[in-house]
């Protein structure tokens, strides 16, 4: 046994960096695609000029908040319409010079008629901005495959990202948001 000691230890230690290299190669992939990919989501951000469903411009440069939310979101999908109420409650915690939501629609039938539905369904006030993603076109640049996503950017740069159902309410998200504030 003793003469195969130096044989195991030897595989043993070539097996572990081995897996240590792949796991670092992995990471930094994950993070230089994560990376480049908000590098898009932020240039899309700084030519972003919408109009909301009451016909409202808006243009992101004239923003005053620190933090804008995208979310994009359709009346059809309950992952998004049970995540609303969370980010209804969050952003009645923050001024509109803190803390703005663009909620872009990306129902593809009677559009208008979903929105408004949902507004009332919703009690939605004046919380955020809706606007119509006629076509899907806003949504298509951003190339995600599936909603609810929401894209957080602290003064022009992505802070948060997810592809799914998010609870905007949550102790921690209340936290990172005014530690995004402040800055």
């Known amino acids: 046994m003793k003469k195969f000691l130096p044989f195991v230890l030897f595989v043993l230690v070539f097996t572990a960096v081995l ?3 792949v796991g670092w190669q992995t990471l930094v992939a994950e993070t230089t695609k994560g990376s480049t990919q908000y590098l898009v989501y932020e240039d899309l951000f700084l030519k972003g ?22 979310n994009f979101w359709a009346s059809w999908c309950n992952p998004c319409l049970e995540e609303m109420p969370s980010l209804i409650s969050m952003k ?24 408004h539905k949902i507004v009332k369904k919703l009690n ?12 899907t076109k806003i ?6 495959s599936a909603i609810p996503v929401t894209i957080i950017f602290n003064r022009g740069k992505v802070v948060h990202f997810s592809n799914g159902p998010m609870d905007f309410n949550s102790p921690e998200m ?4 005014k530690k995004w504030i402040k800055g």
Request: glycine share 2%.
């Open 19 to 21: 897996v240590g290299q």
């Open 49 to 70: 000029k919408f109009e909301t469903v009451e016909g409202k411009k808006i243009e992101n440069s004239k923003i005053k908040a620190p933090i804008i939310i995208y």
């Open 92 to 115: 009645n915690k923050f001024k509109d010079d803190e803390v703005q939501v663009l909620a872009f629609n990306t129902d593809e039938d009677d559009q208008l008629k979903n929105i």
């Open 124 to 135: 939605l006030k004046n919380e955020f901005n809706i606007i119509a993603d006629k076509n």
């Open 139 to 144: 949504a298509e640049s951003f190339k995600f």
């Open 174 to 177: 209340i936290e990172k948001m």
